[in-house]
């Protein structure tokens, strides 16, 4: 069984402010990827990133970054600088080599930008 | 541009309604999903396919059926709409290959009346 756990439902931040999304996921697998995607209020899931288990290098992708640490069954994700059209729900998923089809997703946080 | 695209955007049903939901993809992919969301949940898996006439249920495929005839297009059927079914469905394609991005429709929100 996978699981994945975001605990944080709702962030309200003013603009340029940095925001952190904490994902927590759980698996037995030692083989598994990590996901996050973006749900703009037009609806459709737009992919960010994806990390395999044996890579926990640190990225960076202009403003964001993610902090994908095993020790703590997390892969977090942050927004620098934040702007209003990062106002959307943030998914983080998780798929692992045990449900080699199957992407197990987080509830979700919902995100809100302030001007 | 790849794309997925789910047949309504909104639809409005009543209660005991036989309903299809049809998406397609043009990516040629194997792995089709369907996903429903609710608020709270996340979004939970129904049925996937990773082939043509092939079918795998998901978390919650009770109330559902699936059918996949052609490689681009899976539909997810409700054989006799609830309420309890009012939702935004999610369709999803993937290569077959195991750890790559699923691509996502816009969904369809279902209201069961």
């Known amino acids: 069984a996978q699981k994945v756990t975001q605990a944080q439902t709702e962030i309200s931040v003013v603009e340029k402010e940095d925001v952190t999304l904490d994902c927590v996921y759980e698996?037995?697998?030692?083989?598994?990827?990590l996901f996050w995607y973006k749900q703009p209020p037009s609806g459709e899931l737009v992919f960010l990133i994806r990390?395999?288990?044996?890579?926990?290098q640190n990225e960076i992708s202009g403003r964001y970054s993610w902090n994908f640490q095993k020790s703590t069954s997390s892969f977090n994700f942050t927004i620098t600088a934040s702007q209003v059209v990062d106002s959307a729900v943030y998914f983080c998923a998780l798929s692992s080599s045990g449900s080699a089809r199957q992407l197990t997703f987080g509830s979700g946080t919902q995100l809100t930008v302030l001007p | 541009d790849v794309k997925v695209t789910q047949s309504s955007r909104y639809l409005v049903k009543r209660t005991g309604e036989k309903v299809f939901l049809e998406c397609v993809q043009d990516m040629d992919h194997e792995n089709m999903f369907w996903y429903r969301q609710d608020p709270g949940l996340g979004l939970r898996l129904i049925y996937f396919?990773?082939?043509?006439?092939?079918?795998e249920k998901g978390d919650i495929p009770e109330g559902y059926s699936v059918s996949r005839e052609k490689k681009e297009r899976f539909s997810l059927i409700l054989e006799s709409a609830s309420t309890n079914q009012t939702s935004m469905y999610l369709c999803a394609s993937s290569t077959g290959q195991w750890g790559t991005e699923a691509f996502f429709g816009q969904g369809t929100r279902l209201t069961v009346v």
């Open positions: 698996t037995r697998d030692t083989t598994y990827y």
């Open positions: 990390r395999n288990s044996f890579d926990e």
């Open positions: 396919s990773y082939d043509v006439k092939m079918k």
